[in-house]
C-alpha cells in the first residue's frame, strides 16, 4: 500500500524523490524529501537541509501519504 515499510536498499531507490517518515532506533523522527540512497545510507532534504542518515540506524521508515 501507499504507506507500506521502506526495508530494502532497493525500496529507497524507487522512493527517490518523495516525501518519506524516518524513525530512528533513537526515538527521534524525520520527514523529508528522500534526496538518494547509497549502500550504506540516505539523504534527506529536510525543510531545505540534507540530513545523510545511517540505514543501521534506521527503525523504521516509510512514505510519507499526502492528500
Known amino acids: 500500500g501507499l504507506d507500506r515499510l521502506l526495508k ?3 525500496d529507497y531507490v524507487r522512493s ?3 516525501k518519506v517518515r ?3 532506533s533513537s526515538g527521534a523522527t524525520h520527514v523529508g ?5 547509497f ?4 539523504v534527506l532534504d529536510v525543510s ?3 540530513l545523510k542518515l545511517h ?3 534506521i ?3 516509510n512514505l510519507e501519504v499526502e492528500f
Open 8 to 10: 530494502t536498499e532497493r
Open 59 to 61: 527503525a523504521k521508515a
Open 16 to 18: 527517490t524523490g518523495r
Open 33 to 37: 524529501i528522500l534526496k538518494t540512497c
Open 39 to 42: 549502500e550504506d545510507s540516505i
Open 48 to 50: 531545505g537541509e540534507a
Open 55 to 57: 540505514l543501521g540506524s
Open 22 to 24: 524516518v524513525v530512528l
